[in-house]
């Protein structure tokens, strides 16, 4: 009776801490979201060498996070949200440009965004298989896709961008529920701000393959 009772308080304390996570994940998520939109509003007169090089200080600031996670989690949790405002500025030029080419493309993909995360997350989120060879093949699909990004620059394929931009979001769905797994499946708080790098870095890839997407051919010109 004992061991019943102290396996079940056991069990309560785990889910306990697994919704602590979740809840402390997803509002570093909503938080480096709103830094992201604040970003972009600001850098929404920016040239883009300027985006450039807030992109690269964005990524800066991720390889940062993994050597402030052994000294203070307050100046990893800084640099998530420096993170979010640059990789805005980085993105503004692209978002001020579709704001004015085509604004309605914007709403659509943040709409279907929110949807494609949501269920993807929750399959993830959902499912007991392990999803991590799933995060290795969709790694190694994603560095093909990039070289045949650089690749359609020079040549010019019709359709190519719509079939790049569908073949992103398939990978990107898998690393979505790749990374809802983790965040199941971790019981250390101190990853939060790590798993909501990689949940945000998701949502922002997705929202950009579906404004690729819903741009039409004023997105495949570009």
Known sequence: MTSSVTYQQM??????????????????????AALFALGAWLGRNLTGGVGIVAFIAAFACLIGMRFAARRSAQLTTGLLAAFGLLIGLAVAPVLAYYASADPRA????????????????AAGYATRRDLAVVARVCFWALLALIVAGIVLIFVHIPGAALAYSVLGLVIFAGFTMFDFQRLRRSDDRTAAPFLAASIFLDVLNVFLFFLEIFSGPQGAER
Do not use: E, N, P, S
């Open 11 to 32: 069990g309560t304390a785990a889910r306990g801490q697994a919704h602590a996570l979740f809840a402390q994940t997803m509002g570093y998520v909503a938080a480096t």
């Open 106 to 121: 914007l709403w659509q993909a943040g709409g279907a965004t929110a949807l494609f995360i949501a269920a993807f997350g």
